[in-house]
């Protein structure tokens, strides 16, 4: 029997073989959102030997402040595959942090309330399945216990830390339990003061292996001028050195240890500013904590913060990811505000290779970042829409390739992703343009609403001021054209 093309059985063999041959080559990314009528946000994500994912969250009631947490596990192409809950009839329960396991199952790290004046630091094994293979509490003495982080050091020992609270406030401990991986204390150092406050934000092992790097948030023990500091610590906990960060840092601090090197994340303040600008902070130290090199992201007269939990990825032995949310509300959580997840790419010596923006259709936070083993980045954040929503936040998940770019089937960019961006808009005296590295030298094209042309300029910095002072209020539609192409488009309002 002769086939032709018009045979339907033969049409759909051959676009299932196609879509199988391009499902194969392909690089895996997505969006993801998980929206209840709860209030939810990520912690953390780790990827699974399939290339599938693994999500924390934490999903509640904010306006009671009850939460339990909840797992979410996905494919490498986005899709549900089961979700799970723990609940905690005694109080609140969280996850904050995914670590994979010698055996190949997960821990997830967290706190329990175990009664209104009792928490602990709490230990979950999981399998990829989701399912619960076993899980411990750590008794702190803290009736508050802000934030529990996990590290698994080079002989596999589980390393929990964090700060809480107790006896009456201030005061404040800074704690670290040791566990081997079936869970068995195995050490713990409790630094307790009242003088002063600090938030635990991360830690790492020192490059040759002789000992911890501890970040925190404010000051231990000795006043300094830093809003943060690092402790360190050799193999058996002993606190050696208190130092303070350089750069007044603050906030949302991470650290890679890279050889010789240190790579710091914070958040870089310009007090003097009105209105009130933060940008995302990078610094490269040396071992003495002197700066080797340091770069700031993100635009004027704007408030950026670093992801909230994770914001630091090693992609491999010199390049790395950093993001953050760009134009966060300093006053609000719920706010009405347009915001992005904004992503670079960067070397060890902190030199930007890419930089993209994720949103600004809604109210985005990025709460955490990874890399995946094709090279990419797996975002976890959240999401509100103050037109829709009434305290609560919904889970918002994007998978990019290597360089930040997310397509679907048909290789289509995704139309929230903008190598560049123009704010504030609406706006009034002047525009902004933010953009990444990769696209210096586009042009912007502005006109008029008869189609006049207005502004010309080549973007030769990431963050360019244009002054509209004598243009009538109005609409301007405006194009941005790299390579003789169009990267993006939009309309700017004058008020």
């Not at 080797?292 to 992609?315: F, K, Q, R, W």
Request: glycine content about 10%; charged content about 15%.
């Amino acid at each position: 029997m002769k086939y032709t093309l018009s045979n339907p059985s033969i049409l759909w063999l051959l676009l299932f073989i196609l879509f199988c041959n391009h499902s194969n080559g392909q690089v895996a990314t997505f969006s993801f959102k998980y929206a209840t009528s709860w209030d939810e946000v990520p912690t953390h994500s780790i990827e699974t030997s399939d290339g599938g994912f693994i999500i924390s969250a934490k999903q509640g009631d904010m306006n009671n402040y009850s939460f339990h947490a909840l797992f979410i596990r996905l494919n490498k192409w986005g899709d549900t595959i089961k979700t799970s809950k723990i609940y905690n009839s005694t109080g609140n329960c969280f996850i904050y942090e995914l670590l994979c396991g010698n055996d190949g199952n997960y821990f997830a790290t967290g706190t329990w309330q175990q009664s209104p004046v009792e928490m602990n630091f709490w230990l979950v094994k999981l399998n990829s399945n989701l399912d619960i293979l076993w899980e411990k509490k750590y008794v702190t003495a803290c009736y508050n216990i802000d934030i529990a982080l996990g590290l698994i050091d080079h002989s596999g020992m589980l390393n929990l830390y964090g700060n809480g609270n107790f006896g009456s406030f201030p005061n404040n401990v800074l704690l670290i339990y040791q566990c081997n991986q079936n869970g068995d204390s195995l050490g713990s150092v409790k630094l307790i003061q009242s003088s002063y406050h600090a938030v635990v934000n991360d830690m790492a092992e020192k490059s040759d292996l002789s000992g911890y790097y501890l970040l925190i948030d404010g000051r231990f023990l000795i006043n300094t001028n830093s809003w943060g500091q690092i402790l360190k610590f050799d193999t058996g906990l002993n606190l050696l050195t208190t130092d303070s960060i350089p750069r007044q840092f603050f906030q949302c601090y991470n650290l890679l240890t890279i050889g010789s090197k240190i790579i710091v994340t914070g958040m870089k303040p310009n007090l003097g500013l009105n209105p009130l600008t933060n940008k995302l902070g990078l610094l490269q130290l040396d071992t003495a904590y002197h700066v080797l090199a340091e770069n700031y992201i993100g635009p004027d007269d704007t408030v950026s913060y670093p992801g909230y939990i994770h914001n630091l990825a090693m992609i491999d032995t010199i390049n790395m990811y950093y993001g953050g949310t760009l134009n966060q509300d300093n006053n609000a959580i719920f706010s009405s505000k347009k915001t992005w997840f904004i992503l670079g790419k960067y070397d060890t010596w902190l030199n930007v290779k890419w930089q993209k923006y994720y949103g600004g259709d809604l109210n985005y936070g990025l709460w955490s970042l990874g890399t995946t083993s094709d090279g990419g980045c797996l975002m976890a954040g959240s999401t509100f829409d103050d037109l829709t929503q009434n305290n609560e936040r919904d889970i918002y998940i994007v998978k990019v390739d290597s360089s930040g770019i997310i397509t679907g089937i048909k290789g289509d960019k995704m139309p929230l992703m903008h190598d560049a961006l123009i704010y504030p808009n609406p706006g009034t005296d002047y525009l902004m343009v933010e953009s990444g590295p990769q696209v210096s030298g586009a042009s912007l094209l502005v006109v008029d609403i008869k189609g006049k042309q207005i502004i010309n300029k080549k973007i030769m910095d990431s963050n360019m001021r244009i002054d509209t002072r004598l243009l009538p209020p109005g609409t301007y539609p405006w194009q941005m054209i790299y390579k003789n192409q169009i990267i993006e488009s939009g309309c700017w309002i004058k008020h």
